[in-house]
């Protein structure tokens, strides 16, 4: 049991933090000073000193929960990673890989040999060795696949097969189950004849011979239901099941809108395989919602706090490169207006407004979409009275904004031709913001896209170029 | 029993949601073709084939589930959306009100009068109520408060007192407690006696006489153990618990380390006062998450899709507002490089690579900052080596991505000293935005703000004001 180390507040475990990040920086002061110096006796001292205070870190890092150690790890720079990583308890290896996030994973399996990753795998169960699987080299999963027994091994292989996003990749194996012809009174004496139950069991799963699932006993039931009734008496028929193959995300949905603590998963032939449990999901759901935030912003994947400066630039260039095309490209439609802005540079100062406040307002709408579709309120019945919404609220915000940058422009410079343009293209590009703020994502979605990556740089893109194009070319065409 | 109902995949439901949306279209057509035509013979058979209509509509509503009524609500348009409410069974109103987001809530209510309110807010527990309380009438909370007998009212105005973000605004009251001299058999018949447990029971608390919380008895143990052993000997005496107010983002973090289902609630004297779960832990994550996005893109709150334009238009005003303002200041700053501008106006088609590069650049280290702060890995003892690493990707960033503008703007126009100009000033704001990027969040967190509301507003306009100054200033010494 670790239980009694699972009692921690957040403030606790950053205060854990600092203690162990001030015991590191003592240790570097040390070393470095050991380094400096010299002379016997002074190394004697310090040695000492340096024993004390790994001795004291060793101590703290002993009694951490292993999430917790996780999280400890998370928070620190790669050296001081590698000493902390150095000093846990090897028994808990499996358990701390598999809660830090992919990319300190990585880190952390770099200092690891095959004996350690395999020792550290063993101890994991079947779904949690395919959750860390994509990052262990191949000859440790080769050798774990025939260090596990026949049923483990078909475990493991099908828990690989799925892909990542799908319930296959978010199932486990631990289910209980019963028969429906016994006694509740045999299902309680066969509950306690197991010992120990799995985590989150909240219900018992009823199946046939075939190991077809026909229904499910909730604990409730099992607790409150007098014990001489049958399991088929007070089992429930109708109850939310998945297969492997569904989305991991409407899974999501299900348990949250139900309120399910597990869900059985059933292949095509109505079997049971395996079950959903909601720590699962809960930590989806994060990963999940982590995952669009960084891709929004232009982050290929999740990237650890402290990698290496080239695995950081790495990362970021893929968009980076992208947006310098659209920049590139949106250059391009103000050089052909050049001569306009020899004449007048006014245009030059006032254009990044019109292009600005198209971008910000694309991405309102672009944003309501996304969540639309994400939540499944978008659907083709309804696409065009949003169209006529957005359209709408476009046209209000061009008429207020648009008055108002071409007011400020008209007193700037005290042209009124300059401020009628100026509110015109507005107005326009706000239009043309709304539009590719709905189509964008949509067209995506119906390409079978998720409508979260790239949109907004394509929006940008658009409301950028566009909004250079209206403003240079109403003026060129009204004002020169 | 809902459970017969409660089986709906995702697919499932859009597929309800389309046949519903049919259906309201073809009386739509058939309530236009009433108006149109007249003739007593005429009417008859519209009215008829309405009538079927709306038999059919309400037959489909009836078998859902309100999880998923909500969820239909949500995806239809006002005048639809008020078409189906009052075909729902009104002893759902409740929890079809709890189920559905605040601004699609706020809808509902309106077309509801006190009576059905507070018939709908009376067949909620307490807990429920308060959720959903923010939106209902003044005097329909105080009619409630008379109805309900005292512990409600007591536990009605206890979780009224806690701020949204908070624990006590999470919890709910359906506590199981037992002594702890008692045995596990008595235990047992005990929650047999109680017949019906709350959902997502899967431990009992144990509190002394003074309702002092000393233990957890997990259901696991209570049915593997044998029945003649005392809850005592079994409890788990160290196990998660919150105050009412700590912050709902920390109790979401502890139930997704240490893999919780419930966990208790204590006042200071550590008194048992209510309960978490999993349920509302899940729904509170995916707010959240939805509201970062939400906020990020600049809408000020949760939208409903089918708002009206002028819901809309002020739910997006405020951000615009800001925008208006820091582009104006962007304006301002090219404003002062007129003269340069109109001597080459090659420098206004460039410019906007700069700072639009620095802003996406920036974006990126400001939504990795943003994360580690929320994540608790961001800390004083590490910020130093955060700003090396960031500083280091922007250098390394800005010779590559510099060079590459450089060599453009060179090749375009054939001035080798504008591609110098070009790359040394990416690199300078490149180096701005890095900073910018890591100080903005850690500054707004350190002065107690929400580090996600904003950064990005004011991030842009650094990256966009500076990179407008250095470029257009370099150019202005160094080119004419």
Redesign the interface.
Known sequence: ?T?????????N??NN??QI??LL?KMRLVEGLVHKQGGPRQDLVENLVHKQNLTELQRRVTVL?P??IA?IL????LDERRQVWNLVDAEHNGEILL?VSDSVRESLIQDMDKAELLAAAESLDTDEIADIAADLPRDVIEELLTTLDAQKRAHLQSALAYPEDTVGALMDFEMVTIRADVTLEVA?RY??R????P????KLFVVDRDDAIIGVLP??RL???DPEVSVAAVM?E????FHPE??AH?AS???????L?TAPVVDAQGRLIGRVT??A???Y??ES??A???S????KEE?D???T??H??KN??L??AV??VT??I???V??AF??S??KL?????????I???GG??G??T???II??LA?????T??AR??VL?EI??AI??GL??GS??GV?AWL?YDKPALGGVMALAMLLNLLVAALAGIFIPMVLERMGRDPAIGSSVLLTFIT?SMGFFIFLGLATVLLL
Chains 1, 2 share one sequence.
């Open positions: 049991m239980d009694s180390l699972e009692n921690q507040s957040q403030d475990l950053e933090l600092v990040q001030t920086a929960h999430a917790d999280y998370e928070a620190l720079p809660e309680l509950l306690r197991l010992g120990e139950l985590d989150q069991l909240d604990l409730k607790l409150t239901t429930v109708d109850f939310v099941k569904d989305e409407e949905q299900a348990f949250e809108r139900y309120d603590v909601v720590d999901v809960v930590d759901i994060r919602a982590d669009d935030m960084l929004m912003a232009g982050l990237e706090l402290f990698s400066v080239w950081a630039a970021r260039w968009w980076l947006n310098l920049a590139f949106a250059s391009r103000i050089g050049e001569g802005i020899e540079a006014a245009l030059a100062a006032l254009m990044p407004i292009a600005g406040i910000n307002s991405n309102q672009i944003t309501l969540r639309g939540l499944g309120h978008v659907t019945a309804n009275r949003l919404k709408s609220v209000l915000n207020v904004w108002a940058v400020f700037l950028d």
